[in-house]
């Protein structure tokens, strides 16, 4: 509908049917929508500032309106294939939704959408009572562009109460993909049902763009590095942004795009029984995981179907993506209460392997003797600096307890460690069922102690501190240690090594069927010991076939590893391997 000079209409109600119309989509049209009671919409579409097309909504229009607004005095009702749009693709003026009381979406095909890709000016939404989305029902929201010197996000959409997802329906959050601007959501509280959610996947920053970009075939990082992307490649992307604050966006790799943002702070309780997910593209250059940041001060929950995901996207043979961020601060999260996953898990293919990223949680509640919440994570708690444990088994999950900022230093576990097809690093990163030390940062003094056995079959590792560590390492196992199968490993220590190892196993060693051990050597002066690792075992060792030891002197300084030994034995095709493992070339 173009009207010459009709920039505001106001009315008393509007109900929308069986039609579709746009108003305010050239110059001169209406910007300003003003309706005093109810805006109902079934099977329809009405669009301010923008073009409503086939019982949806297209923003491919030059010219947005002016400052486009839409304010309703009481509900919005969106049914049928009812649908509301606010704004194009590349809106240079500030938008603004209001509504005074409700606004339900609901059913198949009812979108509310507000902003477009490329949104420059910030756009403000704002509902008096509760947000409902139904059988289906869908909000997207675009942050625009920001500079951060007066605000951190792009767009804010306030709900004083309840935002309520239900099964099969959908909030899609989307980032600025050059800038990287989000979207903001303030809330009286928020529950997201089983099958619905919010999806920011591959919303972030384009390919090419963010602080983790990548380049030649290679993945973004964030959380975690991005994977390299192969020969002829370049290295994957860096790792940026906060752990315990994460809003930034995940970048782009050479190809993909990263996965969004989704910034939630809410006044009360927040239940989580669906998905929350930011993940990022797989692509040949993958992108990174993007942000998950949820802040409450009520009651935080959720069931078995519960998930908060911010993965790298899967690298084909490039590239993969680095895992994003993901913290939540709230002080009420009962472990009983709260039964939904978490994972930050790099792309799990491609040339080289990516990095896994962070949880940031405000206390260890959620920690158990399977750690059964986390996967592919590195995970932060501030001052959670001993875990005392009668057990731990960790099958077919990769998690380290992270070395940043003062946490886990000392690990106590009464009687046995078990892992299977999974991954522990204290003081250190285990990935991709296996363990990397790109990361700065580390515990100080970790100590791992194990009373009973430490056992790790079928792709099971296990990683002690990091490269450049500086202080002591140590682990301790009360009676055997058995490393049996292909990729299955202890590590303990990492290249640049600072600080003596030390590790005293009580009773055996076994390696078999592929199982290794890995030992980096300290740098060492030679005035109180000519060592700079020492491997102390009372019983015997027993190395089967392709099974190795690989001792790693320290690479400028020459600390070696020395082993102690009840008695040693190695088997046809197994052995003792310090091959390229001592001084650097110059």
Sequence with gaps: VIIPNFAEWRIANLAISDRVVAVGDLAGGATAVTVSNDLTIANGGLCVGGIAVARGMADSIAGPASNPAVTVGGDIL??????LTLGVSGQGSPLALTAGANVVVEGSNSALVVGGTEQVATGVVYFGSALTLTNGGTFKVHGAATNSTTMNYGTVVTVTDLINVGPASWIYPYAQRT??????FRAGSLAIATNGGINADEKGFSSGYGPGKAASYSGAGYGGKGGHGGQGGAGGGATYGSTNAPFDPGSGGSSGAGGGSVRIYAAGDVTIDGIISANGQSASGAGSGGAISIACDGVFSGGIAGQLLALGGNGSIYGAGGGGRIAVACPNMDSGAIQCRFSTAAGTTGYVPAGMGTVCLPNANLVSD???????????????????????????????????GGCLASLKITNDLIIANGGLGVGGVPIARGVSDSIAGQVSNPVMTVGGNLLLRNGGALALGISGQGSPLTLAVGTNVVIDGSNSALVVGGADQMATSVVTIGDAMILTNGGSLSVYAAATNNATTNYGAVVAIHGAVTVGSSSWIYPYSQRTNGGSVQFQVGSLAIATNGGINADGRGYTAS
């Design 370 to 404: 399977t750690l059964h919440r986390f996967d592919g994570v590195r995970l932060v708690i501030p001052d959670f600096t001993t875990w005392d444990t009668a057990s731990l088994t960790i099958s077919n999950r990769v998690v380290g307890l992270e070395p940043l």
């Design 78 to 83: 969106l049914s049928g294939g009812g649908a």
């Design 179 to 184: 800038n990287g601007g989000t979207v903001m």
